[in-house]
């Protein structure tokens, strides 16, 4: 990691470094590391004001960072301005240009290079042309963002970010202002683009889903520090922190303590944090094993492609139970039922402050 | 539910007809009353007595001199009043900084401020007993009772317009569509002409009219710091003036037309780029 920094030959792209950044008395960014490497697309995910998007705009150099550096390809670009890093950057809201149609915006970036660099009018035309059959939005190229939905506005501005030819494609909560549908598509199509440009890619976001599923690497980060970064599996499956846990999906969860490698969990025992995920928990209609406890059951969602079950446990907060359609119509539950729950993978943390 | 879906002209609220009616008319009767009719005099009086006396008003190098004067004046006062005005909504609308609360108060105040206070303050500073007044006589440089003074006082009084027109809509958009420009390698320079000037142009081309209007149309603050030396330090309204308490009305008036043939031009211009802007408002919306 440390040659990267310095120059050396290395697969990393991007190198982040002691970067801290503060607004008054807030701090964003508090002394953050992170590489990302060649090719790749990564995650920053966190909840909102975890600085996640001051980091992308610090890259960018749409923002200055208070201490610390960004190193592209070994290279220290902290002082290079905006122009000079040669970032395609897509803004939460595309920030298209609203007076330009279509292929004004994505021959922007082209038409304002100093006349030496500059390609002719027919090689832009061209190039825009093949980016406008990329987002499938050709037909359109005479169109102003007014004119244009949501999910094709987000890919002219991907458009027009790709073709400048950036370094490192930015993307700032790039399905956000979408609604869930377009949003789902549009990830899918976020990824096999990536996979076919093979542009270094990094987006921000605050669904963990969207991480999840789109990114080869996940950095998730919290209060202006990188919480743990990994692959999606890592991260999901390998926590390292019982935030990383919690924001990652679902969790119920219990105070208890550890004795002997045993948890005990009830609702005076103190000192650790018991996660357990709602699909982690089995439920039956007789007891199983040594490791179970009581509930009732309060209300049922059986809509959609898992069952939602929520209980009462009387001696703490209530718990939610997640199954297949399957299991759920072989057990024949009903509201207020008593049932039997039995945990199969629990993740115990130390109960810190930041917790919970 | 499927329906059509009716528009009547009776207003939700439910006035009653008579009192649209008469609301309608107390407008109309004031606009005519107080706008129309003396506009029409003006006209009427200018051409009183024919074409030719109309004309031959032109032909005094006084009025030709303070025609020129005014055309003088606007020139300089506007192209001022562009750059100020977008380099101060630029600075308020897209950044924050300390101050900025006192510099909006700041612009407006030649709106709050009579004209006539701000000839004199111009006569305080500039004038021979004034502040700076030995000081510029000593350097033979003349500004109260001479060009200078008029377009300062002219300069001061349009201050607010362009900005005014500005502020809204810079605030408005923010400045993401410049990051956006930035990040695809344009310079500041690029960004301003490229980006930032078409998003405001009607903005600006309105505040632009309405502040070539009242440079051309200023009265009080010129009149203070003029001296009235005829051929030399009159605008138009100040000759008009001059010519009317001359008992000549027929070129006082026609003058006057002159200044209300360029109030029916701005009118025009303004109504045109309002319908622009509505238009393209609703195409964005």
């Known amino acids: ?356 | 539910m499927v329906g059509t879906l009716h528009l009547r002209s009776a207003p939700a609220v439910g006035e009653s007809r008579l009192i649209r009616g008469t609301l309608i008319a107390i407008a109309v009767v004031f606009l005519s009353v107080f706008l129309l009719a003396p506009l029409a005099v003006v006209f009427a009086v200018a051409l009183g007595q024919g074409v030719a006396a109309f004309f031959s008003t032109f032909s005094n190098p006084d009025t030709l001199s303070a025609i020129w004067l005014t055309l003088v004046a606007a020139a300089v006062a506007v192209p001022a009043n562009l750059i100020f005005g977008i380099a101060a909504a630029w600075a308020i609308g897209k950044f924050q900084f300390v101050g900025k609360g006192i510099l909006i108060a700041l612009i407006d105040l030649p709106f709050s401020v009579s004209p006539v206070v701000a000839g004199l303050t111009y006569v305080l500073l500039f004038g021979a007993q004034g502040l700076l007044g030995p000081w510029l006589v000593a350097h033979n440089v003349h500004i109260i009772f001479a060009v200078p003074g008029i377009i300062l006082a002219t300069v001061f009084v349009t201050v607010p317009f362009v900005a005014r027109e500005l502020l809204p809509t810079m605030a408005a958009q923010g400045s993401e569509e410049e990051e956006a420009a930035l990040t695809l390698g344009a310079g500041g320079w690029q960004t301003f002409l490229r980006v930032t000037l078409p998003n405001v142009k009607w903005a600006l081309l309105y505040g632009v009219i309405l502040c070539n209007a009242r440079a051309m149309g200023e009265f009080g603050a010129v009149a203070v710091v003029s001296g009235h030396v005829a051929g030399l330090t009159n605008t138009m309204p100040l000759q008009i003036e001059i010519l009317y308490n001359d008992y000549q009305f027929v070129p006082a008036f026609a003058v006057a037309s002159l200044l209300a043939l360029l109030a029916l031009a701005t009118l025009v211009v303004k109504s045109v780029i309002e319908w622009r802007i509505a238009r393209r408002g609703a195409r964005v919306t």
């Open chain 1, 1 to 356: 990691m440390a040659d990267c920094a310095t120059g050396g030959a290395c697969n990393v792209s991007i190198a982040i470094r002691q970067i801290t950044k503060k607004f008054g008395r807030f701090t964003a960014l508090d002394n953050v590391d992170l590489d990302i490497p060649h090719g790749r697309l990564v995650a920053l995910l966190g909840p909102s004001g975890s600085g996640k998007t001051t980091l992308l705009r610090i890259i960018a150099g749409l923002e200055l960072a208070d201490s610390g550096s960004v190193h592209f390809d070994g290279q220290d670009f902290s002082d290079r301005t905006v122009a000079q890093r040669r970032v395609g950057f897509v803004f939460q809201h595309y920030a298209l240009f609203r007076h330009m149609t279509v292929f004004e915006n994505i021959a922007f970036g082209l038409r304002v290079r100093p006349r030496a660099s500059r390609p002719p009018r027919s090689a832009i035309r061209a190039q825009v042309e093949e980016l406008l059959d990329l987002i499938q939005l050709r037909t359109l190229a005479g169109r102003y963002p007014s004119q244009l939905s949501g999910g094709q506005r987000q890919r002219v501005a991907l458009a027009r970010a790709l073709a400048v030819e950036p370094r490192v494609l930015l993307l700032d909560e790039p399905f956000g202002a979408l609604d869930a549908k377009v949003r789902y598509e549009l990830r899918r199509w976020l990824r096999q683009l990536h996979d076919d440009v093979g542009v270094t890619s990094v987006f921000v976001t605050h669904d963990q889903e969207e991480a999840l599923e789109v990114a080869d690497q996940v950095a998730i980060l919290n209060g202006g520090r990188i919480e743990q970064v990994g692959a999606p599996d890592d991260v999901y499956n390998r926590p390292a922190s019982s935030f990383v846990y919690n924001f990652l999906g679902n969790v119920n969860l219990f105070h208890g303590r550890i004795d002997n490698g045993t948890a005990y969990i009830n609702q005076e025992a103190t000192g650790q944090l018991v996660f357990v995920r709602p699909h982690s928990l089995e439920i039956g209609r007789q007891p199983s094993g040594a490791n179970y406890f009581r509930a009732t059951i309060k209300h049922i969602s059986s809509a959609g492609p898992v069952v939602k079950v929520d209980a009462s446990t009387g001696w703490g907060a209530p718990v939610h139970v997640e199954m297949s359609q399957a299991r759920f119509r072989e057990l024949e539950l009903r509201t207020g039922e008593e049932i039997f729950i039995t945990p199969n993978d629990l993740a115990v943390f130390a109960d810190e402050q930041r917790a919970g």
